[in-house]
């Protein structure tokens, strides 16, 4: 079954630039994370996954990327393609020659390396030199704040500066599908909007986007479809206009009346009514 | 004539700090193993001492055995200890990754008294000479001597530390390396090839333990299974300078060194009570100094936690 056909109901296996399918991941050989996930990402759309913290969503990343493997988790069933070939067993490596670029959570760059260096390693994986070099002047056009502290010891830049940074280390492979994981975390609001830009913009030079985000508001606000995650398993899926309208994730994920509901309030909420049962 | 019976002469001392040197640097050549391998993989190599030990034997084997020219089998053996190093990397480090450091800390400690042993069974027990082209002779400046052995020993390393600055500074396997030491799993997500990094590590390692093996077995050294000990002298050299140093590794083998050296030019004349051989426990002593101040090291970094 096509998960995501709401959008394209003869989505071929070519149009797809991800496409995971019955998804079981283990880890320790004992805790299953996720129980079957299938979900998939047209090409060239931004789709948004949200979720709880303890969802799965980092797990189906970890899963997307290839990092299974050094969390003591690993894929027992279920497969992933990107672009329509199979990945399911392929080193971290080489799905960034297929592609794949991801932003990891609490963004993970190199504080000890300059933020030159951090772009450099990003273009480790390009397919040439040159590529790399032009992708590199691209970035800082991009990027200018980046382009001023680029001889900076990467551990030194503000929050927001870092966020760029790993976007833009990631970008340095030219990928053609990129993840996001929690790119708003802990960012003041006006740089949560500058990082949706960029985000837009990647995505408009032909990116594939998978957006995790717990600030759902603005996840939607960009995306062409989402998904939502819970205890392991996609619970509801459709076109990000139809998910912004349904009440639920209002309540969980918006905060539902007139008073903005923060991510922590829906978090207490969420354990009482769990615990509370 | 002094009251104390002083006859220490600055001919004496320069002699002594220009040997110390030399010293330092051999044990920087092993720490600077230690490091790389540390700070890739985050497991302390103790078979580092095994690669000295066994490139001193290849280079001997090749040189006095085979009589081939002394300066290739220099080479021949540093490249079989790049290979030694990637041989226990493929066929047990990486079996293990993912697995608790302490696990494969336990695991080279193992390397270390297979290779001992080997290395015995093989070439005997008994020390023998390298039969260098630099021997006993010395150079005098002025009054003082310096050791042949010694100046290669210094040209030798300052080469091995430039090349080694080139490599990781300038090289994007070198970057790779970096970046993997910073954070594994980021470097991994960028599309850097972990495996390939720690590879380079071990052989680079491994490459930098037979060299300075060589180093320690030239001049007045010998060949022999006490070679693998000494180097494990180089064990408070990492460790003063912090394990993921290599500026640390140099200047801690350096310290280790001279302290070494001057201990055992003055130590009898000042404290005579601390018996012979006291210059051996100097080192260590010095370590838990410099620990005691700094637990990091001279220029170790504090782990930094994420939340």
Known sequence: MVVGSTIEPTLGQADKALDVENLEVVYNDVVLVLRGVSLNIARGAIVTLLGANGAGKTTLLRAVSGLLELHRADATKGSIRLDGHDVTRLASASRVGKGLAQVMEGRRIFTSLTVEENLRSGGIAAASRSEANDTFGRMLEMFPVLARRLHDVAGYLSGGEQQMLAIGRALMSGPSMLLLDEPSLGLAPRVVEQIRDVVVEVNRHGTSVLLVEQNAAMALSIADHGYVMEHGRIVREGPASSLLADRDIAEFYLGGGTDRRSYADVKTYRRRKTWGA | ?307
């Open chain 2, 1 to 307: 004539m002094s009251s104390s019976g002083w006859n220490l002469t600055g001919d004496a001392l320069a002699e002594t700090l220009f040997s110390g040197v030399a010293v330092g640097c051999k044990y920087a050549l092993v720490a600077l193993g230690f490091v790389i391998v540390f700070k890739a993989t985050k497991v302390l190599n103790f078979a580092q001492a095994s690669f000295v030990l066994v490139g001193g034997f290849l280079c001997w084997q090749m040189a006095v055995t085979w009589e081939l020219n002394f300066y290739v089998a220099l080479l021949a053996a540093m490249v079989g200890g790049a290979v030694l190093g990637m041989v226990v990397e493929q066929l047990l480090m990486r079996r293990l990754l993912g697995e608790p450091p302490f696990a494969l800390i336990m695991l080279t400690v193992g390397v270390l008294y297979v290779l001992d042993n080997v290395t015995t069974a093989i070439w005997g027990p008994e020390d023998r000479g390298l039969q260098d082209p630099w021997g006993s002779r010395t150079v005098d400046l002025g009054a003082v001597n310096l050791a042949v052995a010694d100046l290669w020993t210094i040209g030798v390393t300052s080469a091995a530390l430039l090349a080694f600055y080139l490599f990781f500074g300038h090289s994007s396997l070198g970057l790779a390396m970096r970046a993997t030491a910073d954070d594994q799993e980021a470097a991994l997500a960028v599309g850097i090839d972990a495996r390939t990094v720690h590879r380079v590590s071990w052989a680079v390692a491994g490459a930098l333990g037979a060299l300075a093996g060589i180093m320690l077995a030239s001049g007045a050294g010998s060949v022999g299974p006490g070679l693998g000990l000494i180097a494990l002298v180089a064990f408070p050299a990492m460790i003063l300078g912090g394990l993921e140093s290599p500026l640390g590794a140099v200047v801690g083998g350096l310290v280790i060194g001279m302290a070494q050296q001057l201990t055992a030019l003055l130590q009898p004349e000042f404290a005579p009570w601390l018996g012979s051989g006291f210059e051996r426990v100097a080192p260590y002593a010095i370590m838990v100094a410099i620990l005691l101040v700094r637990p990091y090291g001279l220029f170790g970094e504090r782990e930094v936690r994420r939340i």
